[in-house]
């Protein structure tokens, strides 16, 4: 099995996917095109591409990391750290600030996914109730 198709067919479920998806949820869909591949190989694939910037893996407080294609729409997230409520944030908002950035410290932004935690407006009215 050739490590560049598995590469491939990751690639392709993260792009086709519409919400952002697991490790087990990438192997399964990975193996829909090639029914003879091992998790490790999959897990390895994940973690090359990661490391070579890929794709990018984020903390949605889900129990596990979901991925992301770095060709995918750059977008970012609220995250109620209480419900799990997850909203959608256009990445255009975060422009300014990633060019003050690049500007102050010289660096080229390639972060495509924020995660940014909190409390939504029903859990912050709950911990108010003292619940
Ligand atoms: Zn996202
Ligand atoms: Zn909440």
Redesign the pocket.
């Known amino acids: 099995m050739r490590a560049s198709s598995v590469d491939h067919y990751i690639l392709q479920a993260l792009e086709e996917s519409s919400e952002?998806i697991t490790s087990a949820q990438i192997y399964e869909r990975v193996r829909a095109h090639l029914p003879a591949v091992n998790p490790s190989t999959v897990y390895r694939a994940l973690e090359r591409l990661a490391h070579n910037g890929k794709i990018s893996i984020?903390d949605l407080g889900r129990g596990a990391m979901v991925y992301?294609s770095m060709n995918a729409g750059a977008?970012d997230?609220l995250v109620c750290q209480r419900c799990g409520e997850i909203i959608?944030l256009e990445h255009d908002r975060f422009k300014e600030i990633f060019s003050a950035l690049e500007a102050q410290y010289g660096y080229r932004m390639v972060t495509n996914?924020l995660v940014l935690w909190g409390l939504c407006p029903a859990c912050q009215s709950e911990s108010e109730a003292g619940g």
Do not use: N, T, V
Request: charged residues 0%.
């Open positions: 952002h984020s992301q977008h997230h959608h996914h």
